[in-house]
């Protein structure tokens, strides 16, 4: 299960450039459950697939992989749990993404 609590991802903080990628962004997905994420281009789907998939930190909030803050593993760690626990499957039109769910 993951589970994501506030999560909220901003980058270049505190600059003219700064963006906010997501903002307080509440999220469950149980074992074995499929989910789709989908949203026009810029509304934060690759940040928040980035989090899901532990590859970047969130600035804000948590993400827990079967009930683990994945925020206090190392490297190795989040690589295991990446290899063991998580799955993506990229670049299913809409359409066909909905007849699998």
């Given at each position: 299960?993951?589970?994501?609590?506030?999560?909220?991802?901003?980058?270049?903080?505190?600059?003219?450039?700064?963006?906010?990628?997501?903002?307080?962004v509440d999220l469950r997905v149980d074992a074995g459950e499929?989910?789709?994420?989908?949203?026009?281009?810029?509304?934060?789907?690759?940040?928040?697939?980035?989090?899901?998939?532990?590859?970047?930190?969130?600035?804000?909030?948590?993400?827990?992989?079967?009930?683990?803050?994945?925020?206090?593993?190392?490297?190795?760690?989040?690589?295991?749990?990446?290899?063991?626990?998580?799955?993506?499957?990229?670049?299913?039109?809409?359409?066909?993404?909905?007849?699998?769910?």
């Open positions: 299960m993951i589970e994501i609590r506030g999560m909220g991802k901003i980058y270049n903080a505190g600059t003219e450039a700064e963006v906010v990628a997501l903002r307080d499929f989910l789709a994420i989908m949203g026009p281009s810029g509304s934060g789907k690759s940040t928040l697939m980035n989090m899901i998939g532990c590859l970047d930190r969130p600035t804000t909030g948590t993400c827990f992989c079967d009930g683990e803050d994945v925020s206090r593993l190392d490297a190795e760690e989040l690589a295991d749990l990446r290899l063991h626990k998580i799955g993506f499957v990229l670049g299913l039109p809409p359409a066909a993404a909905a007849e699998r769910a």
